[in-house]
């Protein structure tokens, strides 16, 4: 199997096509200028023809992939060196510190929690949240006061987040949920009362 100039995946079979991306008619009118974009629908990963397309390009690749000889190689010397523990830059309220760490191999950093003389607790486990680790925790910001967290949600790569609220003494979830976001911030007013934040309409609105 080799891959050369940019064609497809070629094995003892033959080439393996590319799955086909169809062409459609949307386009745009910018100052009398007619732009096309046959392409728009791929933008919407929730539909299920842009799933379809993706799992077929996942196929193709992980068909590919699985055969190169180095790969076994490379696996090992990436797992060795990505197997240390590593923490991120705490923020502090008060007494409370929250920071992110990971014990070397984990998918997703851990949310920590800790008080002055006492010992770092879990707060938030994004690891915990589906089967695979693929739910990143994205954005936290805490409350002047420290009482609560807002932080947002990425699910499997997606540039779209949700923001949740939990409360640092015992982790418990609000109610409160924001969807529609992405490459937001967040941050408290001086109050506690909320959070700024920037999201896209829901689709439809």
Do not use: I
């Amino acid at each position: 199997m080799s891959v050369t100039n940019g064609a497809a995946p070629e094995s003892r079979g033959g080439p393996q096509p590319y799955p086909p991306a169809r062409r459609d008619d949307t386009l745009d009118v910018y100052h009398g200028t007619v732009v096309p974009d046959p392409y728009r629908w791929l933008e919407d990963d929730a539909d299920p023809d842009t799933r379809a397309w993706l799992a077929a390009q996942e196929a193709l690749a992980g068909a590919y992939l699985q055969r190169l000889p180095e790969r076994a190689r490379f696996h090992q010397r990436l797992t060795e060196l990505w197997n240390h523990a590593r923490r991120g830059a705490p923020e502090r309220r008060s007494d409370l510190l929250v920071f992110h760490h990971n014990d070397g191999l984990q998918a997703q950093p851990v949310l920590y929690r800790q008080r002055d003389g006492a010992e770092a607790e879990v707060l938030l486990d994004p690891n915990r949240l589906s089967d695979a680790g693929t739910t990143a925790l994205v954005t936290t910001s805490l409350s002047r006061d420290g009482t609560l967290l807002a932080y947002s949600l990425s699910e499997a790569g997606s540039d779209w987040q949700r923001v949740h609220v939990l409360r640092t003494s015992n982790g418990e979830s609000l109610p409160d949920e924001v969807r529609w976001c992405k490459f937001t911030g967040l941050a408290w007013d001086h109050t506690g009362d909320g959070f700024y934040y920037a999201r896209y309409p829901a689709p439809g609105e």
